[in-house]
Nanobody, 124 residues
Framework: VQLQASGGGLVQSGGSLRLSCAASGFTLDAGYIAWFRQAPGKEREPVAC????????YYSDSVKGRFAISSDNAKNTVELQMNSLKPEDTAVYYC??????????????????WGQGTLVTVSS
């Protein structure tokens, strides 16, 4: 199982970025894929999640209405479209996977597999 996150970069406040998480070794039609982020000196926090079977999406309050998570089973990728970015969105973003079907999506310990992270920097 491998997860490869990409798409991070430097963007001005109000701008947009699209992150991608390429999965290998499993398919996206089961379990959950989530994005977490970790800013310097802070704990890892949940951002968004999508379920494999029903494509149900979940968002933290801090990104709801600005970010959108989607999955492409043909490409075996999960993407995170981030709009109206704010300086407080600056963090390393990680994608994570669990094969379990019943989880608390916002808890990092629910996920078995993690990507390497991609840095998003939002300048004011």
């Amino acid at each position: 199982v491998q997860l490869q996150a990409s798409g991070g970069g430097l963007v001005q406040s109000g701008g947009s970025l699209r992150l991608s998480c390429a999965a290998s070794g499993f398919t996206l039609d089961a379990g959950y894929i989530a994005w977490f982020r970790q800013a310097p000196g802070k704990e890892r926090e949940p951002v968004a999640c999508i379920s494999g079977r029903r494509r149900t999406t979940y968002y933290s309050d801090s990104v709801k209405g600005r970010f959108a998570i989607s999955s492409d089973n043909a490409k075996n990728t999960v993407e995170l479209q981030m709009n109206s970015l704010k300086p407080e969105d600056t963090a390393v973003y990680y994608c994570a996977h669990t094969a379990n079907e019943r989880i608390l999506w916002g808890m990092p310990q629910e996920y078995e597999d993690w990507g390497q992270g991609t840095l998003v920097t939002v300048s004011s």
